[in-house]
T-cell receptor
Framework: GQNIDQPTEMTATEGAIVQINCTYQ??????LFWYQQHAGEAPTFLSYNVLDGLEEKGRFSSFLSRSKGYSYLLLKELQMKDSASYLC??????????WGAGTKLIIKP | SAVISQKPSRDICQRGTSLTIQCQVDSQVTMMFWYRQQPGQSLTLIATANQGSEATYESGFVIDKFPISRPNLTFSTLTVSNMSPEDSSIYLCSVRNEGAGEAFFGQGTRLTVV
């Protein structure tokens, strides 16, 4: 079967750093996406990893280890507007996105 | 990128009625999808809308309940038929090109069935 595991909720302080982990099991693998979803809004694309290693994009970075079935999203210099859900979505052998339940990130002043 | 207009943004419907949700994209896209999302839960794929042919439904979803049209490469509709309170959810249209690029989403339709 296909399975995505992310923490349900995390809390962090404004200005700090937070790491959101994702482990996955899929039928084949063709990269992994991270999306941000603010409450009541549609998901928006953050990052895509297909090879092992770290991809950095401003305050956000995403890491992938294919052998471990593991990815994380690293958010630096947290801002209040980063309060949202973060969805991990690996892509299986048919290029279908398998969506995790998401991690709700709460930022406190 | 793709800009998606999804309508209506929300609706409150009587049980037993049907609602049709529209998804209009500003450019031609190869793949269009319909998702359902309960509050605090994952995106659940309902079906892939195929241009000019019947949609491909996921397990647990059937055409009689969720008929889908896709007359061209920029437009699709999802109908939620014979609604019950259990159909209350957010419905999202999504598009991708070539099946491997990032997915873009409409703003969603918040449906409440009373």
């Amino acid at each position: 079967g296909q399975n995505i595991d992310q923490p349900t909720e995390m809390t962090a302080t404004e200005g700090a750093i937070v790491q959101i982990n994702c482990t996955y099991q899929t039928s084949g693998f063709n990269g992994l996406f991270w999306y941000q979803q603010h409450a009541g809004e549609a998901p928006t694309f953050l990052s895509y990893n297909v090879l092992d290693g770290l991809e950095e994009k401003g305050r956000f970075s995403s890491f992938l280890s294919r052998s471990k079935g593991y990815s994380y999203l690293l958010l630096k210099e947290l801002q209040m507007k980063d309060s949202a859900s973060y969805l991990c979505a690996p892509q299986d052998s048919n290029y279908q996105l398998i969506w995790g339940a998401g991690t709700k990130l709460i930022i406190k002043p | 990128s793709a800009v998606i207009s999804q309508k209506p943004s929300r609706d409150i419907c009587q049980r037993g009625t049907s609602l049709t949700i529209q998804c209009q994209v500003d450019s031609q896209v190869t793949m269009m999808f319909w998702y359902r999302q309960q509050p605090g839960q994952s995106l659940t794929l309902i079906a892939t809308a195929n241009q000019g042919s019947e949609a491909t439904y996921e397990s647990g979803f059937v055409i009689d309940k969720f008929p889908i049209s896709r007359p061209n490469l920029t437009f699709s509709t999802l109908t939620v038929s014979n609604m019950s309170p259990e159909d209350s959810s957010i419905y999202l249209c999504s598009v991708r090109n070539e099946g491997a690029g990032e997915a873009f989403f409409g703003q969603g339709t918040r449906l409440t069935v009373v």
